[in-house]
């Protein structure tokens, strides 16, 4: 075939130039013969010849173009030729590339975090087929939650082992921490409980040693066996091989250790990495009413979701039906029967980052998306001053007869260039930017694990970002540059012809879009900047900083349930009693922790939730609570005596309105462990923040911690501890508590850090939407400046006639500014409107503000007004200084 | 239904030539297209060289080069068994269209 032989004569371009140019000559000599045949004479005959072929560089031209491999060796001599041009005006490639690679880069690694989070299949045997089963709705707050993955309890995912055609396999799982090492000085790691189905079903091999199965479940209570995630395996054991010898100290217990799994097996919760996997038991009294199981199953061929959640519908009644709890009342047992199962896909994972994070990165990719825009307009309007300073240049190739074409196609192909460029120094800087985001996601007590790697996805997405910059920023300085009329652009020598108003048009939509859309992140950035500074200072009705929580475990003390609220009295007695606490105080509820308990309760006619914290008589003290009326709790508020209740205003306004609350009774509905009983309100607080600072004010009920019924008693305390030492007295209570209790269980956060912690999704919206608020700022300094200096440099003839005539400085410096101001003004109008639209979107977002805030509305043009100022100020005062002699005389 | 081809009026008016002389030059093709046309229709070497160059990459048409009867030298091309095929195609399809045309133009 005829390109074979033209590839393999790549290398040989002069011999089929050589080719071409005799092919032509001897047809011109053809018909130069034939028309001295017709009489003409020889000179005459050639010039007809010549004639009747036109330009021959052009011609040639024409013929190559045919040939494939010669079109190709063309695109490599413009590659070549345009890089020449980058390495002579390396100022230029250099911003254009800076520009790019941070927009691009931008862009990638906001796309990389959410590609992560959200679109990547877990490296399991045919992800697309592994379907999660869920409550439709969930449930309600029904019963007791266990963590965000908690949708089964024991009873349900009992009957969905025994009935489940449409999948082949079921398993269950729950992540729950796990204490390595001895109880004092003991780790926390991540725990995975898993059915003994799990490995298998997935599609695990083992890396070491074997996988938990189905036998292993026999042995209840503590893990008696366990699984190593690979870089557990490799971190805290050491690497070493895995024989039937090889143990590890599991919450005080030597356990053996089965065997590792792969190292791309991180679990399934995208964005966390279990440690340590162990079978899951039946305990003989199950808990009918707690939620900490998430069931999924591998769908069988020829079954999907659709069918698979039909499937479970029509079990759903049955199964609800024999596995409701008791304890609690009619209405509650009917709402848990009327539940219905589905279907869901799991195949790229569960992950409540998701939830928590989907939207802020959405925005977050929004507003890069929008830096790269300004970005875009900034470069078109560099790409255009080239251009213009290169008509000379491109007259010239012109008139030696290079097509229109031909140099349209070499515009774009260095801004092609330019956009691969900044494309692949993106990429590369995509890397980085997101592993910083990851970190950033992290806090005091947590670690987002995500594998940042650059899969087709990623590559996909940058290519086609770099594609539409080249298009936004390139095309048309392009078309202007090939379109310029080689006659006008020689005569007119390089500064061209002033007043070629089109092309200044084009250069002021460019700002105009510069200042419209900076507007809108500036607005963005100040919304999020305020959101996160309201959540920092407010005030949520307790004392947040020195105070320290302490959650001790005394499982091993082996305490009967009846002496544990003495137990815990005591404890706090000790805690309070160390030199540096000035107060503590146990508590079953943390407060702004996120977790909650609620009851339902009824108060005369009115019949409601509330929430609900069994706490000490020190603890208004302790957390800076005032009493507002009645009395406080006190020692001899003991389940023996009368059953007393502290609320807060929410809860009067809600169920008592304007009658006095003390002596009111409160009565509060069964459930399973918490009987149903009768309270007296004997005292009242101000409203405090509950679980979480963005939540508006909550009902509370405070009962005493002594009157905390004896079957919800348990071997564990929360206490929270106010001092004025800072974390040094963490380590005073950890060494008193060791010496007194050998064998409890410590463990130490800071409140106020906790506190935070609950914001780092605020504190990311409103770092990045900042930085790139401020970026786009200073895109708009360059671009304005850059432009106002092109113009200014157009009209220097203009200007130095002016001044020659008597125009003043400041008339001068009025004729640039005007220009800003018009720019200004339509940038901002177009922006606010802009942003109003836009901020719809953030609605949800932010805490204490509204989208259309005006103060923020203002500020945001004041900025961006003196931004502008500054930045045509120069390039002003610059014309201002013109010598109107110089200016004339270069023409 | 023919295909509205009526700018591969140029590619067919090659084959064919070639396909009735056999081997020739560009130069060979210009004027033989306009002797047997009497002289109606003129080629432009502009559109001929670039048609020629563009078959010979289809591998329709292969060259040569070979002297002349008037001992130049000069780069002949002749029809391969693609672009036999090429050209009954062309034939078949152009008689269609020309068809086609007349119908409308004797509509009245």
């Known amino acids: 075939m005829g390109i074979f032989r033209r590839i393999w004569a790549l290398g040989n371009r002069s011999k089929l130039d050589r080719e071409i140019e005799d092919e032509l000559r001897e047809h011109l000599r053809m018909r130069a013969e034939v028309n001295m045949a017709k009489g003409m004479n020889p000179e005459e005959a050639m010039r007809a010849a010549r004639l009747r072929f036109g330009n021959p560089a052009m011609f040639k031209e024409r013929v190559e173009e045919q040939d494939a491999a010669l079109s190709f060796e063309n695109l490599l001599r413009d590659v070549r030729y345009a890089l020449r041009g980058f390495t002579k005006s390396p100022g230029f490639t250099a911003v254009a590339i800076i520009i790019l690679a941070l927009g691009i880069g931008a862009n990638t690694a906001i796309f990389q975090l959410l590609d992560a989070v959200r679109l990547r299949s877990l490296p399991i045997q045919q992800p697309q087929e592994l379907a999660e089963l869920r409550i439709i709705d969930g449930n309600h707050g029904l019963g007791v939650g266990n963590g965000p993955y908690s949708h089964f309890t024991i009873p349900m995912w009992q009957e969905v082992r025994r009935h489940h055609d449409p999948f082949s396999g079921v398993f269950a799982w729950h992540q ?53 995630s690979y870089s557990f395996w490799k971190t805290q054991m050491g690497g070493q091989p895995i024989t039937p010898n090889t143990t590890i100290l599991v919450e005080g217990r030597s356990v053996q250790v089965l065997g590792v799994t792969p190292p791309s097996f991180f679990g399934l919760v995208v964005g966390d990495r279990f440690d340590l996997a162990y ?22 061929p020829g079954w999907d979701l659709a069918r698979a959640s039909q499937y479970f519908g029509a079990l759903s009644p049955g199964l609800f039906e024999s596995t409701a709890p008791t304890g609690y009342n009619a209405d509650t047992v009917k709402q848990f029967k009327s539940f219905k199962l589905a279907a869901y896909p799991a195949g790229s994972g569960v992950s409540d980052l998701r939830t928590t994070y989907e939207s802020s990165l959405q925005l977050l990719l929004a507003i890069t998306g929008l830096v790269l825009l300004i970005a875009c307009a900034n470069l078109a309007n560099l790409m255009l001053a ?23 196609r070499q515009l774009l192909l260095e801004s092609s260039l330019l956009a691969i460029g900044g494309a692949v120094l993106g990429v590369a800087l995509a890397q980085p930017l997101s592993r910083l985001l990851v970190a950033s996601l992290g806090t005091s007590q947590y670690t ?39 006659i006008i652009a020689l005569k007119s020598g390089e500064r061209g012809i002033a007043g070629n108003r089109e092309r200044f048009a084009f250069q002021r939509l460019m700002v105009i879009t510069q200042i419209a859309v900076s507007m809108v992140l500036l607005v963005g950035a100040l919304l999020f900047v305020r959101s996160y500074r309201n959540l920092m200072t407010l005030d949520p009705g307790l004392r947040e900083s020195g105070i320290a929580i302490g959650y001790f475990g005394f499982d091993e003390l082996k305490l009967k349930p009846e002496n544990e609220a003495e137990f815990k009295r005591q404890l706090v007695e000790v805690v309070r009693n160390i030199p540096g606490v000035q107060n503590a105080a146990v508590t079953t509820n943390v407060p702004l922790s996120g977790s909650t308990w609620s009851h339902g309760v009824h108060v005369g006619a009115i019949e409601d939730g509330s929430r609900f914290t069994y706490a000490d008589p020190h603890y208004f003290a302790t957390m800076g609570i005032p009493l507002l009326s009645g009395r406080g709790f006190t020692d001899a508020d003991t389940n023996k005596a009368p059953l007393v209740l502290i609320v807060n205003q929410a809860f009067v306004r809600k169920f008592i309105g304007t009658a006095e609350p003390i002596g009111q009774l409160v009565h509060v509905m069964p459930e399973p462990q918490y009987p149903a009983r009768t309270y007296q309100i004997v005292g009242t607080i101000p409203d405090t923040k509950y ?52 064998g409890m269980i410590l463990r130490f956060a800071d409140f106020q850090q906790g506190i935070r912690d609950n914001l780092v999704g605020d504190r990311m919206m409103a770092m990045l939407s900042g930085f790139f608020g401020l970026l786009a700022a200073l895109l708009v300094v360059v671009g304005l400046y850059g432009v106002l200096s092109y113009f200014i440099t157009r009209r220097r003839n203009e200007i130095g006639i002016r001044i020659a005539l008597g125009a003043r400085r400041g008339q001068v410096i009025a004729l640039v500014m005007w220009d800003t101001a018009a720019m200004l003004l339509i940038g901002i109008v177009l922006g606010v409107a802009l942003a109003l639209l836009a901020g719809r979107a953030a ?10 805030d005006l103060a923020t509305l203002a500020f945001a043009t004041m900025l961006l007004a003196i931004i502008a100022v500054l930045a045509s100020l120069l390039p002003a005062l610059k014309a201002s200084k013109l010598d109107p002699v110089a200016a004339l005389r270069s023409e | 239904m023919a295909k509205n081809d009526l700018q591969g009026a ?49 591998g329709w048409v292969r060259s040569d080069w070979r002297v002349t009867d008037s001992s130049r030298k000069a780069r002949f091309y002749a029809l391969t068994a693609a672009g036999k095929k090429q050209l009954a195609a062309r034939q078949k399809n152009w008689e269609q269209v020309v068809k086609g045309v007349q119908a409308i133009l004797r509509f009245a």
Not at chain 1, 180 to 207: A, C, D, M, T
Not at chain 1, 388 to 407: D, T, V
Request: aromatic residues 6%; contains cysteine.
């Open chain 1, 176 to 228: 729950a921490d796990v204490i390595i090492g001895r109880f004092n000085y003991g780790k926390h790691v991540q725990g995975l409980e898993v059915s003994g189905e799990f490995f298998n079903v997935l599609g695990i091999p083992p890396w070491q040693g074997r996988l938990i199965a189905p036998q292993d479940e026999a042995g209840c209570g503590l893990p008696s066996k366990v699984v190593a």
């Open chain 1, 279 to 300: 079978p899951t038991c039946i305990p003989p009294n199950v808990r009918r009413e707690v939620f900490n199981l998430s069931v999924m199953g591998r769908l069988k």
């Open chain 1, 386 to 408: 080239r251009a213009s300073a290169r008509q000379r240049e491109m007259a010239i190739r012109m008139a030696l007869g290079a097509s229109r074409r031909r140099m349209l």
């Open chain 1, 448 to 486: 987002v694990h995500l594998a940042i790697t650059t899969d087709w996805r990623v590559l996909l997405f940058a290519a086609v970002v770099a594609t539409l910059t080249c298009i936004i920023f390139g095309t048309i300085p392009a078309m202007r540059g090939a379109s310029a009329d080689p």
């Open chain 1, 691 to 742: 679980n979480d600072l963005r939540a508006d004010t909550q009902p509370i009920a405070f009962v005493p911690a002594a009157q905390l019924p004896v079957e919800a008693q348990g071997p564990w305390a929360a206490v929270m501890i106010a001092s004025n030492t800072g974390p040094g007295v963490i380590t005073a209570v950890r060494s008193t508590l060791e010496s007194k209790y050998p």
């Open chain 1, 843 to 852: 609605t949800a977002m932010l805490f204490g503000l509204k989208p259309y």
């Open chain 2, 10 to 58: 140029l590619d067919l008016l090659i084959l064919k030539s070639l396909s009735d002389l056999g081997s020739m030059h560009g130069f060979g093709i210009i004027l033989h297209i306009e002797r047997v046309s009497d002289e109606l229709l003129n080629v432009e070497e502009g559109s001929l060289y670039p048609a020629l160059h563009r078959m010979e990459q289809s």
